[in-house]
């Protein structure tokens, strides 16, 4: 059995509840993995402007996910509510949360050509300003995300609602902890998959002391997630995956571990 990952070390920082089939993947391909989940993902509760925007759901005319954890949560509250998004438009930053998308009924959905972010979406046919003018967007994502996306579109003319169905925490959990039961010094390589899981890993390696983390290699998903490595003093340059999904990362794994050896 072909093993292109056996002897390497791989830090995974994803939510648990994203993270699993990453695991399997690269354990199936003979790494280690030593999982350290830099957010976790809890419903919001008592958000009454969330719950008004999906009872009036059929007053928008486009409604935008931002995340697969927005995907899930969200469809919660609008199964609950009795509504559907299956006549609206719908956008999805990225391949990922566009498959849940469509498993979860929606017909009409839409994700960027390669730039999985804010930016991309904003670079699509139906999100321009010709487009967009005069139309309701509701946009359906975690507590104190980004503002360019809806400061955009308002300015291309659209009136625009946020749905925050979700919060970001960091865990508990020591690195230092993890590091031990796993009987790793340093993972050959990290995986960070958003700017927030890079900065709460900064903060823990700050906190307990392992600067070594600092010169640990990283492979990112997203020029923001880069930037900010940089920003926070990783010291080597990171390694660019096209996209977040898991055989993408689990292929770009491969390829640096075998240029590695």
């Known amino acids: 059995m072909d093993r292109p990952l056996k002897g390497c070390t791989v830090l995974v920082t994803r939510p648990a509840e994203q993270a699993q089939a990453l695991i399997g993947e690269i354990e199936k391909c003979g790494g280690q993995v030593v999982f350290a989940p830099m957010i976790a993902i809890q419903p919001r509760h008592g958000n009454q402007q969330a719950v008004d925007a999906i009872k009036q759901l059929n007053d928008y005319d486009i409604v935008i996910f931002i995340s697969k954890n927005a995907v899930e949560h969200g469809m919660q509250m609008i199964k609950a509510a009795k509504q559907s998004i299956a006549q609206h438009a719908v956008y999805a930053v990225g391949v990922g949360t566009g498959s849940r998308l469509h498993e979860l009924g929606a017909i009409d959905v839409h994700t960027p050509k390669g730039e999985f972010s804010s930016e991309g979406l904003l670079k699509m046919p139906g999100l321009s300003a010709h487009e967009i003018e005069g139309k309701k967007v509701l946009i359906i994502r975690g507590a104190g995300g980004r503002e360019l996306l809806a400061q955009s579109l308002q300015h291309r003319g659209a009136t625009v609602d946020y ?44 906190q307990e002391g392992l600067d070594m983390m600092y010169d640990v290699p990283l492979m990112v998903a997203g020029e923001r997630t880069a930037h900010e490595a940089e920003r926070l003093g990783f010291t080597m340059e990171p390694i660019l995956v096209d996209s977040p999904g898991d055989h993408c990362i689990v292929e770009a794994l491969i390829l640096w571990a075998n240029n590695e050896q």
């Open 163 to 206: 749905c925050e169905v979700y919060e970001r925490v960091v865990p508990a959990a020591r690195l230092t902890d993890v590091l031990l039961a796993c009987k790793v010094t340093t993972p050959d390589i990290a995986l960070i998959t958003s700017p927030e899981a890079l900065t709460n890993l900064a903060e823990k390696i700050d």
